[in-house]
T-cell receptor
């Protein structure tokens, strides 16, 4: 079946640094990728939607200058958390959707801890 | 406002007991409905989904869900749970008109005691 990977699976960084998270669709072309964040014991909240070759669409309340999304190819989207702060510590999950599919495949997530 | 409501925050039950988790949504029109499971320390897995057709959907691991359009509900059921069903369960909804963005419920923690 369709598989989505994320790298890294976990990262610890100092406050003020930037962190890049990759999301790859391994065996299909993802025309759309979604980025979610999940706080402990909470649900997933959609951050943004990215379509290959175009600018990402951010959900209300998500700072586009802080969470930079690049969807440069049909198999790769990246989320860069710029100038990370402890409150950005969370579990970041991507989902990749192929063509006319009604749903996406979720990646395993990346746990970010900002010290 | 768009929302997905899961009725139970935490459910505790014994092995072999029956499980039913409630899910209601507030969108109008055509929707796609999903149940995902997240086992401790693992990533989200799709349990089952409903797009159209038979409103009773069977998924993996013995789970099923029934779409009742008049009630805007998509409840998840399992006749006899096992200890390995201990996990977090999320109901989710999307629509083609909203670019298939998934909206998740708050989740229900299910603890199955041996």
């Amino acid at each position: 079946g369709a598989v989505v990977s994320q790298h890294p699976s976990w990262v610890i960084c100092k406050s003020g640094t930037s962190v890049k998270i990759e999301c790859r669709s391994l065996d299909f072309q993802a025309t759309t990728m979604f980025w979610y964040r999940q706080f402990p014991k909470q649900s997933l909240m959609l951050m943004a939607t990215s379509n290959e070759g175009s600018k990402a669409t951010y959900e209300q309340g998500v700072e586009k200058d802080k969470f930079l999304i690049n969807h440069a190819s049909l198999t790769l989207s990246t989320l860069t958390v710029t100038s990370a702060h402890p409150e950005d510590s969370s579990f970041y999950i991507c989902s990749a959707r192929e063509g006319s599919s009604h749903s996406g495949v979720f990646g395993p997530g990346t746990r970010l801890t900002v010290l | 406002a768009q929302s997905v409501s899961q009725h139970n925050h935490h459910v505790i039950l014994s092995e072999a007991a029956s499980l039913e988790l409630g899910c209601n949504y507030s969108y109008g029109g055509t929707v796609n409905l999903f149940w995902y499971v997240q086992y401790p320390g693992q990533h989200l897995q799709l349990l089952l989904k409903y797009f159209s057709g038979d409103p009773l959907v069977k998924g993996i691991k013995g789970f099923e869900a029934e779409f009742i359009k008049s009630k805007f509900s998509f409840n998840l059921r399992k006749p006899s749970v096992q200890w390995s069903d201990t996990a977090e369960y999320f109901c989710a909804v999307n629509r083609r008109s909203n670019d298939y963005k998934l909206s998740f419920g708050a989740g229900t923690t299910v603890t199955v005691r041996a």
